[in-house]
């Protein structure tokens, strides 16, 4: 059984930094893609949005509201990803959901989500 699990969540000043993790456990063969989605309050039926994605050699991808201001990065050993939140805004304000496409031992592959973490961003 294969499950993503975030931490690190929390409230912080706007101006402030945080950061969240996402460890992969189970029987798991390997993991390429991982990436960070975040849905804002309020609106549960819109999109989840996509904030960065890196790839299993490191390459990554922000969206444009966060580019200079949020990293991710990945421990391919410890099978976990981790975005570090700088500068945050009121509007960074979301659940932060962690994805990642895995294929397990049994060679069968399918994107996973995490259960989510909140981040919140107010004085």
């Known amino acids: 059984q294969v499950q993503l699990v975030e931490s690190g969540g929390g409230l912080v000043q706007p101006g402030g930094s945080l950061s969240v993790s996402c460890a992969a456990s189970?029987?798991?063969?390997?993991?390429?893609?991982m990436a960070w989605y975040r849905q804002a309050p309020g609106n549960p039926g819109k999109q989840r949005e996509l904030?960065?994605?890196?790839?299993?050699?490191?390459?990554?991808n922000y969206a444009d509201s966060v580019k200079g201001r949020f990293t991710i990065s990945r421990d391919n050993a410890k099978n976990t990803a981790y975005l570090q939140m700088g500068s945050l805004k009121p509007e960074d304000t979301a659940v932060y959901y962690c994805?990642?496409?895995?294929?397990?031992?049994?060679?069968?592959?399918?994107?996973?989500w995490g259960q989510g973490t909140q981040v919140t961003v107010s004085s």
């Open positions: 904030v960065a994605s890196i790839t299993r050699g490191g390459s990554t």
């Open positions: 189970g029987s798991i063969l390997s993991i390429n893609r």
């Open positions: 994805n990642a496409d895995i294929t397990d031992s049994g060679f069968y592959s399918r994107a996973y």
